[in-house]
Every structure is written in structure tokens, then in C-alpha cells.
């Protein structure tokens, strides 16, 4: 999998578990509600800093963002 739909689709589990809508979260982080989407559809490129302040607004360590749960079974 790609690591930009990798990121999107944990940073969309994160936030929804987190009861947390777009707009929230963007608030939380202080960008844009298009910003969050396109993350969690894999059609950003984010920096380190980026992944950061979304671990920081979800409240999970970064690593987790990059997990991928397919490869551990």
C-alpha cells in the first residue's frame, strides 16, 4: 500500500474513534477542512511536521499513523 493511503486511511480511523469530524480535527490542527480530506484520501504529501501536529490533535504517537495492521498478521 501506498504510505500517502497508508496515513489517510489510520489518520481516518484515528479520528472517527476519536468521534472527531474533518472540520474538527482541522480546527484542531488549524488548517483546513479540505486539508484533513485530502490527507485521509492519500492525495497529500505530508511533512514530518504535518504528521506531528495530526498525532498531536488525534493524541496518538506518530508511529501509529504509519502502522500497517495488514502486515502484522
Known amino acids: 500500500m501506498d504510505i500517502k493511503e497508508l ?3 489510520n489518520l481516518r ?3 472517527t474513534k476519536r468521534d472527531l469530524s474533518q472540520g474538527a480535527l482541522a ?10 480530506s485530502a490527507m485521509e ?3 497529500q504529501n ?10 498531536l490533535a488525534l493524541d496518538v504517537k ?3 499513523l ?3 495492521e495488514d ?3
Request: proline fraction near 3%.
Open 46 to 55: 505530508v511533512t514530518i511536521v504535518t504528521l506531528w501536529h495530526v498525532a
Open 27 to 36: 480546527a484542531k490542527m488549524g488548517v483546513d477542512r479540505a486539508h484533513v
Open 62 to 64: 506518530p508511529a501509529a
Open 7 to 9: 496515513f489517510g486511511r
Open 13 to 15: 480511523i484515528y479520528r
Open 66 to 68: 504509519l502502522e500497517d
Open 41 to 43: 484520501r492519500g492525495q
Open 71 to 73: 502486515e502484522k498478521q
